[in-house]
């Protein structure tokens, strides 16, 4: 399979070509990759328009690119919480206009508008000033650990997530990262954000020698925002045994359309984020 071949062969789907695409993956994440953007016609709003966003590496299939990281902590009384951005005021085309933003480590600005696609961008949980504890909570379709320590809308603690280094399901290979499914800034909003959170061993290890994931991880610990980025499916970590066909037994995989991430890489990705409605 050719890199602009997205779909697998035996897959029997026709295949795609790569079109806007984040930066290549980098061996060190704080290093800049080269990427072309094609121009797109976007409706009049607010924040949006070219962005570079920190995400898991898309491995696979028709996605454009892969899923932004969601920034992760620890509180203080042991519970995961995803960090959102400081809200700032900037002129954009001769506006002031409200944002999420902020400069991060490694040179890495971190924004709201990572999240502005798939319709997002309209959902008021990802307005600037949109108000929240930004605690992960269980969702619904989480794994059997969480069926058997939650109910939905529980406060995932980091206590939890004890075994990580043996933890398995059986789909791949054991110990690399016990998962969560949760969402985010949505328990008082219509509409959900659906994060994924890992504690891994291989995370541990890189936020070691690495500036941005010294900052956006903490004890192992990773999230994204599981929306796949081609047609805005809800992928799986190690939820499907299809994915061991597409060799992503160890990775994301989107089963709507094959698309796979890789979660133990972060790259950066250069997209144009939707701009929220007026």
């Keep these: 399979m050719s890199e602009d071949d997205k779909y697998p062969a035996e897959s029997g789907r026709r295949r795609f070509v790569k079109g806007v695409v984040g930066g290549a993956a980098l061996s060190s994440v704080g290093a800049a990759g080269s990427a072309t953007v094609n121009s797109l016609t976007s409706a009049s709003g607010e924040g949006g328009g070219q962005t570079v966003a920190m995400a ?15 920034p992760i902590e620890i509180t203080d009384d042991g519970y995961l919480r995803g960090k959102w951005p400081e809200t700032t005021t900037i002129t954009q ?24 696609y798939c319709g997002m961008e309209g959902y008021e949980n990802v307005q600037p000033t949109f108000e929240s504890d930004n ?5 619904p379709g989480g794994y059997d650990w969480q069926s058997d320590e939650y109910e939905t809308g529980d ?13 398995g399901n059986g789909i791949g290979q054991d110990g690399i990262g016990k998962p969560a499914v949760t969402n985010w800034r949505s328990e008082d909003a219509d509409d959900t954000l659906t994060v994924t959170v890992i504690r891994s061993p291989l ?6 020698d690495d500036e941005w994931l010294a900052a956006s991880t903490e004890n192992g610990f990773l999230a994204w925002m599981n929306v796949c980025t081609h047609f805005c499916c809800v992928p799986g970590y190690k939820k499907n045994e299809e994915s061991v066909r ?15 991430y890789d979660p133990f890489n972060i790259v950066e990705t250069l997209f144009i984020a939707r701009p929220r409605p007026n």
């Design 246 to 260: 597409y060799e992503a037994e160890d990775g994301v995989y989107c089963q709507c359309h094959q698309s796979r």
């Design 203 to 208: 995370i541990e290890e890189a936020a070691q």
């Design 155 to 167: 406060r995932i603690r980091a206590d939890s997530f004890e075994d990580y280094d043996e933890w």
């Design 56 to 70: 898991i590496e898309l491995m696979g299939g028709p996605a454009p690119r892969g899923m932004p990281q969601v």
């Design 93 to 116: 085309e001769g506006i002031e206009i409200t944002v999420a933003q902020e400069d991060m480590a490694g040179g890495v600005t971190y924004a709201g508008e990572w999240f502005q």
């Design 135 to 139: 605690i992960l909570r269980s969702a």
